[in-house]
């Protein structure tokens, strides 16, 4: 397994990289797809733990592949599909429909934000 630095992390069936570049939300997912990959999107604790471990070493909050949907309060991946796994910061998602995409805060709990701020970018292939 290669480990480039620890810039890659394998986590179950997928491997998460970074670029470490900070971007807005829509730059993060084109850099992804042009990469063959997707936004990195934790479907458990350990996938969590894994993005987090790159959150930490950048030492910078990064985007999720997560944005609410159309109804408010309600996110979703960026396939659409409901989230079976969150971990919410205390008194978050709190937008209210004014944050629509999904920070990883370096504690590993999720913060809604605005989309045109910059956030590190992390891959999942």
């Not at 394998?10 to 042009?34: H, P, Q, T, Y």
């Not at 991946?77 to 629509?100: A, F, M, S, V």
Request: net charge negative.
């Amino acid at each position: 397994v290669l480990a480039l630095n620890g810039k890659i992390r394998e986590v179950g069936e997928k491997i998460l990289a970074s670029n470490g570049k900070e971007v807005d939300f829509e730059s993060a997912l084109e850099s992804c797809v042009e990469a063959g990959g997707i936004l990195a999107t934790p479907m458990n604790e350990e996938e969590n733990k894994a993005i987090l471990s790159i959150v930490k070493q950048y030492n910078q909050y990064a985007y999720l592949g997560i944005k609410e949907d159309e109804t408010s309060g309600q996110f979703k991946d960026i396939n659409g599909t409901p989230l079976n796994y969150t971990k919410w910061h205390q008194k978050e998602p709190n937008g209210k429909g004014r944050e629509n995409c999904v920070e990883m805060y370096s504690d590993g709990t999720w913060n809604d934000k605005k989309c045109n701020l910059n956030r590190l970018t992390i891959c999942e292939f």
